[in-house]
């Protein structure tokens, strides 16, 4: 294997394991310890490669490359100074064998492809350095987040998980070295396409602007759009609807609700892989929604500036969601019009419990589907978000949405269906994998 091939592999391995770390369930029994095995060799694989380009580079006395390889040690040693998570006992060929949920497999997942990316120590020449340095600064980037991540799921997280310093120190390190010049990975064999591509989402002022760049990169998914990114922009949607509904009062978006819950809960599939930038960004932005909430269940009413800060952000949001839901609506029918979309069936006359299998929907058939016309309905009420829609007790108003929203659908009780008349192996995991209806 190349370096081109195995840094893309880990980027891949590393961008998923940042989208399934937020929200996931208590590690159990053997997990904490595998988890944490694993990310002590992500952190080492790190810390070989900044050391083995750290030895390769020659700078020619310019100030740019002296600065080159300042940036270079100085994420060396804020990699030294991590302490491990692990408190040993259980080697990392123990902790690959181990069995656990979808964090533990992503971890496990990311550790084996760190491995791989070893064996290339020595190996760089001196041109290759810059561009290798961005990708591992790339990586290292995620570390602060990933460990944050782990810290949350485990019951007793060590001080390697919990101390602020040290990954505050990698944190700013890796965004030096980020930009350090040179030629130009290849888009198509880096880290940066699957990480660099995410923006950061550093507060609740970034929101309108997130979300504009998400509806761009739905947009240019185009056919390749997967359920699993229109589901996570919906619940973006919906959480910013809440908000926005608080903040501004109530208005003709709330009649989005029917259909952001069609989109979060229906029986829908494609078998596409879906973009890790998207979800992470989708990721970010839901999590500074949730940290203005609290932001205003904290404040008394009294804090106007709070408030009207908020305020202005969710004004500037709305038409930013209208561009996500127009996005959504024509990566939906561009799905459809190439026969990407798969629905239930129910006509195979088996008994109830295997009686659901996915088919999929002709061209002609697309426009009467759910989920086309639930994004149909979507980007029309979006685009009504300057007319108000009537007068009425906001408060209620902002109960009866929130209740609209966390309906569970008729959809949800069905059984998870399995495409078992496509006969592959890896659409019925990919299917049972990413597209299982979740509730919000």
Avoid at 182 to 199: C, H, K, V
Avoid at 308 to 317: G, M, N, P
Avoid at 356 to 361: D, G
């Amino acid at each position: 294997m190349t370096y081109d091939s195995d840094i893309a592999s880990l980027a891949r391995a590393t961008a998923a394991l940042v989208i399934s770390g937020d929200g996931a369930p208590h590690l159990r029994g053997a997990e904490p310890p595998a988890a944490m095995a694993c990310r002590d060799a992500l952190v080492t694989a790190l810390r070989g490669g900044l050391e083995a380009l750290t030895t390769t580079w020659r700078h020619d006395g310019s100030a740019a490359q002296r600065q080159v390889s300042r940036d270079l040690k100085e994420l060396s040693n804020a990699l030294n100074d991590l302490a491990a998570a692990s408190p040993g006992g259980l080697s990392l060929g123990q902790a690959l064998t181990v069995r656990g949920g979808p964090l533990t497999g992503a971890w496990q997942r990311t550790a084996v492809e760190a491995v791989a990316l070893e064996v290339h120590r020595g190996r760089f020449q001196p041109s290759q350095v810059p561009a290798a340095a961005r990708d591992l600064a790339e990586l290292a980037a995620t570390l602060p987040l990933l460990d944050g991540d782990l810290a949350t799921a485990l019951p007793s997280p060590p001080q390697a998980l919990t101390d602020v310093a040290a990954p505050a120190r990698v944190a700013l390190a890796a965004e030096a070295l980020r930009h350090v010049p040179g030629e130009e990975a290849s888009p198509t064999t880096s880290a940066q396409p699957a990480l660099r591509a995410i923006p950061m989402v550093r507060s609740s002022r970034g929101l309108p602007r997130a979300t504009r760049h998400l509806a761009e990169l739905i947009e240019r998914r185009g056919s390749e759009l997967t359920v699993a990114e229109v589901r996570a922009a919906a619940r973006l949607l919906a959480d910013g609807l809440v908000l926005s509904h608080r903040l501004l009062g109530p208005t003709a978006v709330e009649g989005a609700a029917p259909a952001l819950r069609e989109l979060m809960h229906g029986q829908t599939a494609t078998l596409t892989r879906p973009s890790a930038a998207a979800l992470d960004l989708v990721f970010q932005s839901r999590r500074q929604l949730a940290n203005a909430q609290e932001a205003l269940n904290i404040n008394p009413p009294a804090s106007q500036s709070l408030t009207s800060e908020l305020r202005a952000i969710a004004a500037e949001w709305l038409p930013s969601a209208a561009a996500l839901t127009q996005a959504l609506e024509t990566g939906v029918r561009a799905v459809g019009r190439t026969g990407g979309l798969l629905v239930p069936r129910q006509d195979t006359g088996k008994g109830p419990d295997q009686a659901y299998l996915w088919r999929r929907v002709p061209p002609a058939e697309v426009l009467a589907q759910p989920v086309v016309r639930a994004t149909t309905a979507l980007t029309r009420a979006f685009a009504s978000y300057g007319r108000a829609s009537g007068d009425g007790d906001a408060a209620t108003a902002l109960r009866n949405l929130r209740v609209a929203l966390t309906q569970t659908s008729t959809g949800d009780a069905t059984p998870t269906p399995t495409p078992a008349h496509l006969g592959s192996a890896y659409a019925r995991r990919q299917t049972e994998a990413i597209y299982r209806p979740q509730r919000s």
